[in-house]
Structure formats: C-alpha cells, structure tokens
C-alpha cells in the first residue's frame, strides 16, 4: 500500500492514502506499507519501521491478547479464591473448600501453565510467521483439562 506520510502543524505522524488529501503546508514522504501502522518518526525523519521493529509490535499486541484471554477464562472463577482467602482470614479450615472446588482450581492451574507456555512461545518468536502460528495456537486452543 502506497502511503504519503507528513507531521501536521500539531507535530502528529498523519499518513494519507491519497496524495491529494495531503495539506499543502506540508512536506509529505511517500512510503510503501503494508499498513500506516507500519510508518513511525525517527529523529526528524518518517520511516517504516524494521521487520524487528515490526516483529515487536505483534508481540506487544499478542501477550495483550493473551492477557485478555487469560483473564476471561479466569474470571469465572474467581468467587473461589476470595472464599477460599477469606476463609483463611477469619481462621477457619479451607480443606473443605480445596475439596469442593478442586476440579475448578486443577483447572485454574491448567490455564496458568498454558498461559505460561505461550507467553514463552510468543517471546520466543524470531519472526512474524512464527509469531502468526503461535497467535493460531492461542486462538484455537481455549480449552483445558486439568492433566
């Protein structure tokens, strides 16, 4: 995708599609992107960032998607943690409680090792491609059993 890049008079990294749509106050760059998320200021300059610089970015954003996965599947449990910390606060016996909700908290601990496994795989990504094929992995595989 073909993109002129310019910084507007309040100094914003602005990119138009179109060379017309480009203020004539401004000095435009023309850039080719795979997406104006890919055009960022250096020094002065518009560039378009690295393939790390790239690679960077899809991780930053996968360990957020991650997170929120992670978060959603965790939620629904997590009444049992404040019985259980609670009970442990007013000095009463939580067996029974680790008891009742243990295939609840298998899985918790289920989900926290997956969590962690694809944490490490998406840091451990040298490029966009293997990044992509973990990212399938953390959106196909949302159930667990407690092994």
């Known amino acids: 995708m ?12 602005c990119c138009a599609l179109l060379k017309e749509s480009v203020p004539a106050s401004v000095r435009a760059v023309e850039l080719e992107v795979e997406t104006p998320e890919d055009v ?11 393939e790390q610089e790239k690679l960077e970015t899809m991780k930053r954003d996968a360990l957020m998607e991650l997170k929120m996965i992670i978060s959603s599947l965790l939620a629904p449990t997590d009444y049992i943690l404040l ?3 609670e009970a442990q606060a007013l000095g009463e016996d939580i067996d029974p409680l680790l008891s009742r909700y243990a295939n609840e908290l298998s899985r918790r601990q ?3 090792r997956w969590n962690a496994s694809m944490k490490a795989a998406i840091n451990a ?6 990044l992509q094929l973990v990212l399938e992995q953390v959106r196909t595989r949302l159930t667990f059993s407690s092994q």
């Open 40 to 50: 960022v200021p250096d020094n002065g300059q518009i560039r378009v960032k690295t």
């Open 110 to 112: 289920a989900i926290r």
């Open 2 to 13: 073909r993109v002129w890049a310019y910084v507007n008079e309040q100094g914003t990294l």
């Open 125 to 130: 990504a040298s490029t966009r491609e293997e």
């Open 83 to 85: 019985k259980i910390t």
